[in-house]
């Protein structure tokens, strides 16, 4: 065994780990500031290992067994991008890799017979189609500006690329807006609270532990883009983490300042909005 | 949505006006409706709040001297409290916990307060 | 042929409060057609009506729903008065108009935050039910319930407001109206409330008539229908005049909802000041009830119709209910044929506030 095994055993390890820790707290911290932000007191801190917790000692009831094979890949595929992107690899194969999950999540909704399930998973497909145009339009900008495909390659690069980059980073908001499941994006899981239409969208026939390997996968998924945005300042992380705790308030505030929208009207946002201003930035830098 | 946003603001700076329930509770206000209470040493077993009562909660039996409530079917109107004509039941503001206890009020006997808890499944037999 | 999905909106659907069954036929998410399922929560109330003496049914009316019924108990007390020739003291009618109003504002919240919950905003659902509970502690501090007033007695009132209670009721409504002031701009204005709400699930005037529309849905639609015009209770003495749209689409009837709130304040308000002395409830002694007569009070959602026959015994032949929601029934399954899915629970369903439990009794 070479010392890179071992190092990198140890990263992932830690990766896991603290993405765990840190992405139950982040949630936690979102629904203490959300309810704050509605005049409640809110729960806990740590409610969402709670309710984790509370949700795996459930009984184990599935539709079918492809359930729990979707939802595993779901959690592993979100580990693994989080993994490999805190190991610096290479940032397309790392997308797709995260886009894997997505796959997996939307297949889930798939297998079972509930329509709302299927519909929030056709709709899952729409938000992917928004925001994944977007991340890739991204990481061809930072290749444009480090040179390089690899995440490893950015905190070398003298400058923040936020410097280079600010059309993208505003573009990305969106993009994270769509992955995070905040309204007014959030028309497909119902992740947070749009349960109004779809029941609990892709979730609706997820119960117990299942339920719960989603809700973990969900706060890897976080961790994972809010990492990829503090890549915008990888030199100084004091600042990146400045730059991601204010981005966090930011999606906060936006969350509960509007209601949810159409798939179509998300698509236009995503699109013209997100893909222009990506767009825009992207051909600038090659001029 | 900025509409929205001053409210927002506000609400993150202010105290919540929620509470932790359990642990927090309001004070009821004087005159609500919370659980009804008869004190047996004035009742003369008249029947009145058994035949005013909507839902039948009340029993009344002359001969038994007893006076069963069943706190399942009361609907907490004060009725009872009305009829009465000696005024023995009481309305309080606190609301009772859901019980399958029926409360029976009995004169004379039992532990000298006049007063048995006892279960409904033994009611029966 | 395109693919025909067929949803089960209901009965446990997180919009409805309560059981409602609507079979949509989808085709993507295109609603083509609606179909009611009535009948989960029958509970037989009309008949144990006729069962129990007239004066004990004013409590079990009350129960026919929890949003309005403080208006039911008014409109059965009402039409039992009318068979008994009984006028109610004043100051029991303005009490009445009081609660009646009361009743209004805390439905009119619950169906607004239901509302911002549908559309995905939650934050102004929380607003809206901070807001109710400031009304829902003035409930019950005058009437001694928060959901089920048990005020309204045949011959007038049960218990009196005080004077002094009045006036701080009156304080406690204003800070309500002024969170309200916060809020109503929102819904109104809100860029995606309206982009969500706005020329979906149209009912013109003429359509309106024709399916029987009431209530705040007929009257975002251009009729000038409000049965508090007819000036039972206190409404005769009070100055109002009903709140009327013309464009008829979802958006009209929030903006009739919204106004009706202030205008229930407003109302309150003045029979606070009108409140005249005197008793608030007559005996009834020895009076039975004989004949048959129909009577109709404005609910939150509508015209509610009682039928009620007596034969001048304690019990009653018959009670017939006719709610406002089973009216504008057939208005909702217009709104719906040709819907998007999205727009379903939100703004079609919604709409017309749904109260099912009323509905079947
Ligand atoms: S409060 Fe009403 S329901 Fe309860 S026992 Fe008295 S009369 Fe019956
Ligand atoms: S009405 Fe009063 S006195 Fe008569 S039986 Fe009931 S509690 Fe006793």
Redesign the pocket.
Same mark, same amino acid.
């Not at chain 2, 009742?43 to 058994?50: D, L, Q, T």
């Not at chain 2, 009829?83 to 000696?86: D, E, F, G, N, T």
């Given at each position: 065994m070479n010392p890179l095994f071992w190092s990198w055993s140890a990263v992932t390890i830690a990766t896991v780990l603290g993405g765990f820790l840190l992405g139950g707290f982040l949630t936690g911290i979102d629904r203490k500031l959300t309810a704050r932000m509605q005049n409640r007191v809110g729960p806990p801190i740590v409610q969402p290992f709670f309710d984790v917790i509370k949700l795996w000692g459930k009984e184990r009831v599935m539709v079918n067994p492809m359930q729990l094979l979707y939802a595993n890949t779901y959690l592993f595929f979100s580990v693994a991008s989080l993994v490999l992107l805190i190991l610096g690899w290479d940032l397309l194969m790392i997308l797709f890799i995260s886009a894997f999950a997505s796959v997996a999540l939307v297949l889930g909704g798939y297998s079972v017979e509930s329509p709302y399930a299927r519909i929030a998973s056709q709709r899952e497909i729409i938000q992917i189609a928004a925001a994944e145009p977007v991340l890739v339009l991204a990481m061809v900008g930072m290749f444009l500006v480090t040179g390089d495909f690899t995440a490893a390659a950015i905190p070398e690069h003298p400058r923040p690329l936020l410097v280079d980059l600010p059309l993208v980073f505003v573009a990305l908001l969106i993009a994270i807006g769509i992955k995070l499941r905040k309204s007014p994006f959030d028309v497909s899981t119902s992740a947070h609270h749009a349960h109004q239409e779809l029941v609990r969208g892709i979730y609706t026939e997820f119960a117990g532990p299942t339920l719960a390997v989603l809700e973990v996968g969900h706060w890897f998924e976080m961790i994972f883009f809010l990492v990829f945005l503090g890549l915008f300042w990888a030199p100084d992380w004091r600042i990146a983490g400045l730059l991601l705790t204010s981005t966090f308030i930011l999606e906060l505030l936006v969350d509960n300042i509007s209601a949810r929208y159409t798939w179509s009207w998300l698509l236009k946002v995503a699109w013209v909005g997100g893909m222009g201003l990506a767009a825009v930035n992207v051909a600038w830098l090659y001029l | 949505m900025l509409e929205m946003l001053g409210n927002v603001i506000k609400n993150t700076l202010a105290t919540p006006a929620t509470r932790r329930f359990p642990a927090v509770q309001r004070e009821p206000f004087p005159g609500t409706r919370g659980h009804i209470r008869?004190d047996s040493d004035c009742?003369?077993?008249?029947?009145?709040?058994?035949i005013h009562c909507p839902p039948d909660a009340?029993v +009344?039996d002359r001969q038994d001297r007893t006076?069963i409530l069943d706190p399942n079917r009361c609907i907490v109107c004060g009725k009872?409290v009305e +009829? =009465?004509?000696?005024d =023995?039941?009481t309305m309080f503001p606190h609301h009772r916990a859901v019980t399958r206890v029926r409360i029976r009020e009995i004169r004379g006997e039992d532990d000298g307060r006049g007063r048995r808890l006892e279960p409904m499944a033994t009611k029966e037999e | 042929m395109r693919q025909r999905t067929v949803i089960p909106f209901g009965p446990q659907h997180p919009v409805f409060p309560e059981p409602l069954q609507l079979k949509l036929h989808l085709e993507e998410e295109r609603v083509i057609e609606a179909i009611p399922v009535l009948g989960y929560v029958h509970r037989g109330l009309e008949k144990l009506a006729e069962q129990k003496d007239f004066v004990q049914n004013v409590f079990l009316i009350e129960r026919l729903c929890g949003i309005c019924s403080f208006m039911h108990a008014l409109c059965y007390c009402q039409g039992i008065e009318s068979l008994i020739g009984l006028q109610v003291p004043d100051r029991a009618r303005f009490l009445r108009t009081i609660w009646a109003e009361l009743a209004r504002l805390h439905s009119h919240h619950l169906w607004l935050g239901l509302l911002a919950d549908a559309l995905g905003f939650e934050s102004l659902f929380m607003q809206v039910f901070r807001n109710r509970e400031i009304i829902m502690d003035v409930i019950e501090a005058t009437t001694g319930g928060r959901m089920i007033f048990c005020s309204c007695l045949i011959g007038g009132v049960r218990r009196d407001i005080p004077n002094d209670l009045l006036k701080e009721t009156i304080a406690r409504l204003d800070q309500a109206e002024k969170l309200l002031d916060q809020i109503a701009p929102v819904i109104l204005a809100e860029y995606t409330v309206k982009e969500r709400t706005a020329n979906l699930g149209i009912v013109t005037k003429e359509q309106a008539r024709k399916l029987g529309a009431v209530g705040p849905v007929a009257r975002a639609s251009g009729i000038a229908m409000d049965m508090r015009t007819l000036g039972y209770a206190a409404y005769g003495d009070l100055d109002f005049a009903p709140i009327v749209e013309e464009a008829g689409d979802c958006y009209a009837r929030i903006v009739v909802r919204v106004k009706e709130m202030y205008q229930s304040f407003d109302l309150i308000k003045q029979a606070a000041k009108r409140m005249p002395k005197g008793e608030h409830a007559l005996p009834i002694k020895r009076l039975l009830p004989d004949g048959e007569t129909v009577v109709r009070v404005e609910q939150p959602r509508g015209e509610l119709m009682y039928y009620i026959r007596a034969n001048g015994s304690k019990k009653l032949e018959r009670v017939r209910v006719r709610t406002p929601t089973y009216a504008n029934i057939p208005p909702l399954l217009h709104m719906l044929t040709g819907a998007q899915l999205a727009n379903v629970a939100a703004v079609a369903v919604l709409s017309i506030d749904p109260c099912i439990s009323c509905v079947e009794r």
């Open positions: - | 008869m009742c003369i077993f008249c029947k009145r709040c058994e009340i +009344v006076w009872c +009829v =009465c004509p000696k =023995c039941i | -």
